[in-house]
Nanobody
């Protein structure tokens, strides 16, 4: 079993940067594909980015070129570097770990982009 804890959210001005962290506990975290998803009020959950155990990445169209996902296997942590943020990036950001039929979610961290 894997437990996920997100951190790093907060209030940031448009054009600014923020780094989110997803720290995992439990064994075999390195075999999981990990993703960041977000959900804004009244909207469906949206893919932000994913990273495979081997480091292959995938991004949602709305964040390509602005956000970067990375992982540190030794620290069991996945990061989301958010640059040039926009008000439409405001949402609760959730971390997800998936492997075969195993699927785990964190509680989420709020990101608010506002001046």
């Amino acid at each position: 079993q894997v437990q996920l804890v997100e951190s790093g959210g907060g209030l940031v001005q448009p054009g600014g940067s923020l780094r989110l962290s997803c720290a995992a506990s439990g064994s075999l975290f390195s075999i999981y594909t990990v993703g960041w998803y977000r959900q804004a009020p009244g909207k469906q959950r949206e893919l932000v980015a994913t990273i495979t155990p081997g480091g292959r990445t995938n991004y949602g169209d709305s964040v390509k070129g602005r956000f970067t996902i990375s992982r540190d296997h030794a620290k069991k942590t996945v990061y989301l570097q958010m640059n040039t943020v926009k008000p439409e990036d405001t949402a609760v950001y959730h971390c997800n770990a998936e492997y075969n039929n195993y699927d785990y979610w964190g509680q989420g961290t709020q990101v608010t982009v506002s001046s």
